[in-house]
């Protein structure tokens, strides 16, 4: 069982950068793939980008490949996304999540989700 929390959301302008946490629980954290995924109202949650257990392979998805940039330190159980020249598009709860098997971008292959953090850009 792994229990994530989110962090470091918040109201930035277009062009800012923010980095957000997820800390997680449990001793095993480094034996799960982790993904960022967000959501707008209405919307499906949306892959963002996803790192391997070791931290080795990040993946992303095209709309933030060259603006976010996925990392882990299993050390602190935690993941960070770092998100650079934020456009008013970027605007929605972000979620992590730790998958039990795969490394994948599917919202649908993760187990284990966090309670979500508001990013907001206005232009």
């Known amino acids: 069982q792994v229990q994530l929390v989110e962090s470091g959301g918040g109201l930035v302008q277009a062009g800012d950068s923010l980095r957000l946490s997820c800390a997680a629980s449990?001793?095993?954290?480094?034996?799960?793939?982790v993904a960022w995924f967000r959501q707008t109202p209405g919307k499906e949650r949306d892959f963002v980008a996803t790192?391997?257990?070791?931290?080795?392979?990040?993946r992303y998805s095209d709309s933030v490949k060259g603006r976010f940039t996925i990392s882990r330190d299993n050390a602190k159980n935690t993941v960070y996304l770092q998100m650079n020249s934020l456009k008013p598009e970027d605007t929605a709860v972000y979620y992590c999540?730790?998958?039990?098997?795969?490394?994948?971008?599917?919202?649908?292959?993760?187990?284990?989700w966090g309670q979500g953090t508001q990013v907001t850009v206005s232009s």
């Open positions: 790192i391997s257990k070791s931290g080795a392979i990040p």
């Open positions: 999540a730790a998958s039990r098997i795969t490394w994948s971008d599917s919202a649908a292959d993760y187990d284990y």
């Open positions: 449990g001793r095993t954290f480094s034996t799960y793939p």
